[in-house]
């Protein structure tokens, strides 16, 4: 089945596998399977982390 895809920069939701509007590679609008493990932990902590310290958190 064909899934929904998204350009986070134009805002803009597809089912082409890059923009129609800025040709970026799009991404999958469904979140990421649950799992106890939580193989992504570390990067979303290393992606959140500058904002975190920008608000004073780190
Ligand atoms: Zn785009």
Redesign the pocket.
Same mark, same amino acid.
């Given at each position: 089945m064909k899934r929904i895809l998204y %350009? !986070?920069?134009?805002d803009?939701f597809t089912l082409k596998d890059t923009?129609? !509007? %800025?040709?970026?590679a799009?991404t999958t609008t469904q979140p990421p399977k649950y799992s106890l493990d939580d193989k992504y932990a570390d990067y979303r902590r290393k992606a959140k982390e500058p904002l975190r310290k920008e608000a004073g958190l780190l």
């Open positions: %350009c !986070s920069k134009d803009l923009c129609p !509007s %800025c040709g970026a799009t």
